[in-house]
Structures are given as C-alpha cells and as structure tokens.
C-alpha cells in the first residue's frame, strides 16, 4: 500500500491520546472504513511529568518516550506524532534515537496561524510551565512574525491548576472555567487569538468559547497526519 501508517506516542494524558484518534477519524476525507490511513496507537501512560523534569524536580521522560518510539518502529509505523505539547521540548533528542520523522506539532501550529491569521501580531498561550519555560512557542510563532503572550505568574498558578488538579483528575467543566477566565485576561492584554498549548487545554476550548479565534494545535496535528498519511510519496 501506497499509504502511511500513522503512529501515535500517547498516554500524556490518554484522553488527550483518544481525543487525537477521534480528530484524525473525523480530518478523513472517508466514505468507508477502509477510506481510513491506519494508525497504531501506543498510550504509555507511564512516562514521567515533562513539565517537572524541564523545571528540574522529576525524572527525564527520555527513556520512556525512545521505548514507546521504538515500539511504533517495530510495529510498523511510518512517521510519529505526539499529543503532549510538553513532550516537544524533548522530540530533538527523541528524533535522532529513531528512524522514523516525528511530525512537529509546535512548528506546524505556527504556520498554520500565520496562514489563517495573516494580520495577526500577539497570541495568548495556555500552556504547562514545562512548555512555557521551555521557550518553544516563543520561538516558533517569532518565526512567523506572531508575539507569544504569557499569563502573569499568578494567573499561571490557575492555568496549572486547569490542567493538573482538573482536567487530568477527569474535571473539565471547573477546568475549562479556570482555562476561560484566564483567557479573558490574556485577550484584554492584546491576544488577537488564543493557543491550546496543552492537549488538555485542547478538551475543555472550543471556537466560539471566547471573544478572539482559538488556535488548537492538536487540530492542527491530526490534520497534517492525515495528510501526511494519504500522501502517495512513501519510502
């Protein structure tokens, strides 16, 4: 078959992982089942915080994440993607213990919102202190000429709040008014759109939750997968 299998290193955190394989589902052009790419799906719910091992107080998530990788290899797929925004800070060094690319989820949500939002100047970002610290939205949407807004320290304290005590605990409906609240701040401070720079923050906002456009990376990864997947170039 001309197509690429798709694999999927999930687990951080697994709804996030399911929330992923339903977007790839729904992103396919398909009248049948066997209109679908195939993809594999390795949810190692085992890999330890990448937030807490960027800011220095846990174990490094490497090992773990080269086991999944390695175990998507062997199993057969063709190119990787990850639903943890965190996990980016470490997909550099994960890239060179594989064969296969991994589809950069930060890199192509900056050229998408460069594309949808030609004017745009600032976007607000709702993300881990692990992928705020790590500098990584920063410097790829500095690249497409957009300004990355941060919420204040303490209206950071929230956002990990949202994500860890809420939506990771199964609470979206407290987290997704916790994520709407800060949101609101960032808008007011001249965010033209606003980032899901966490694949939680990417279950509790919708389009239309809030007053500016809501860019949400994951959208934009399972779509770029099914392209990747359907394209006829292979091997």
């Known amino acids: 078959m001309s197509e690429k299998i798709i694999g999927i290193l999930g687990g951080m955190g697994p709804e996030a992982t399911a929330d992923l394989y339903l977007r790839i589902i729904k992103a396919t052009p398909a009248k049948r089942d066997r209109d679908h790419p195939r993809v594999i799906i390795y949810s190692n719910s085992k890999v330890p915080d990448r937030t807490a091992a960027i800011i220095g107080t846990g174990p490094s998530p490497m090992p773990e994440l ?55 100047k600032r976007a607000g970002l709702l993300a881990t202190d692990g992928t705020i610290r790590s500098g990584l ?61 966490c694949t939680e923050v990417s279950l509790v906002l919708r389009e239309g939750d809030l007053p500016v456009s809501i860019l949400d990376p994951l959208q934009v990864l399972a779509e770029a997968a099914v392209s990747e997947a359907l394209s006829k170039e292979h091997g």
């Open 66 to 120: 080269i086991r999944a990788g390695k175990r998507l290899e062997e199993a057969g797929a063709d190119f990787i993607i990850i639903p943890c925004n965190t996990a980016h800070y470490f997909l550099d060094q994960l890239q060179r213990e594989l064969r296969v690319p991994i589809l950069n989820m930060i890199r192509l949500s900056a050229t998408k919102a460069r594309a949808t939002f030609p004017k745009a």
């Open 137 to 197: 939205y920063e410097a790829a949407y500095r690249e497409a000429g957009i300004e990355i807004l941060e919420p204040t320290p303490e209206r950071q304290v929230d956002v990990m709040k949202a994500i860890y005590q809420c939506i990771k605990a199964g609470n979206l409906i407290d987290g997704g008014l916790l994520l709407r609240s800060v949101a609101n701040d960032l808008i007011a401070a001249g965010a033209e759109m606003i980032i899901c720079g």
